[in-house]
T-cell receptor, first 113, second 113 residues
């Protein structure tokens, strides 16, 4: 199973952009890159996902390297509510049509007021 | 309306007991999952069901038996509970075939004493 590597923790000031890196050098051609976040005492929450091209949604942007061996989640303006553990995940495709997520250890983001 | 709901939220029980955790999703998704999050916050997939059919079984002990009466429900029954089973168990569901996209429940914290 392809794995991801993320820094254990990062800090950001409120209202500033945050760039959360992820390395996935063993990614295969059919693996999607997903980002989820987990707030305390809650289940993981979907943030964004992509395959090859950069992606934007209302929560964040995802920048994917051309060789797909790394990606960066960008929060454009961090708020206190963004403090969470952010997981970079590769979804492994099964021929049955289902996907399996391989979670890494995640990055704990601390947002300073 | 809660999209993926798990019951109970907390479960404290003695070693050797048998217990069940229930999960229901009202999203119309075809695939449901059980994940285990240990004390180090590492999330690992246990099972996946697609339209009531077992798709993924990640070498989980036989004491764990998932049951899916219909595609909206995936229950987890655990026999002969052990101390090491203490963890937070998350149910999730997905529909999107290209890349995934899970919705997680809020988790069941199981404590075996």
């Amino acid at each position: 199973d392809a794995k991801t590597t993320q820094p254990n923790s990062m800090e950001s000031n409120e209202e500033e952009p945050v760039h959360l890196p992820c390395n996935h050098s063993t990614i295969s051609g059919t693996d999607y890159i997903h980002w989820y976040r987990q707030l305390p005492s809650q289940g993981p929450e979907y943030v964004i996902h992509g395959l090859t091209s950069n992606v934007n949604n209302r929560m964040a942007s995802l920048a994917i390297a051309e060789d797909r061996k790394s990606s960066t989640l960008i929060l454009h303006r961090a708020t206190l509510r963004d403090a969470a553990v952010y997981y970079c995940i590769l979804s492994h495709f099964f021929t049955s049509g289902t996907y399996k997520y391989i979670f890494g250890t995640g990055t704990r983001l601390k947002v300073l007021a | 309306d809660t999209a993926v709901s798990q019951t109970p939220k907390y479960l404290v029980t003695q070693m050797g007991n048998d217990k069940s955790i229930k999960c229901e999703q009202n999203l119309g998704h075809d695939t449901m999952y059980w994940y285990k999050q240990d004390s180090k916050k590492f999330l690992k997939i246990m099972f996946s069901y697609n339209n009531k059919e077992l798709i993924i079984n990640e070498t989980v002990p036989n004491r764990f038996s998932p049951k899916s009466p219909d595609k909206a429900h995936l229950n987890l029954h655990i026999n002969s509970l052990e101390l090491g089973d203490s963890a937070v168990y998350f149910c999730a569901s997905s529909q999107e075939r290209l890349g995934g996209g899970y919705t997680f429940g809020s988790g069941t914290r199981l404590t075996v004493v």
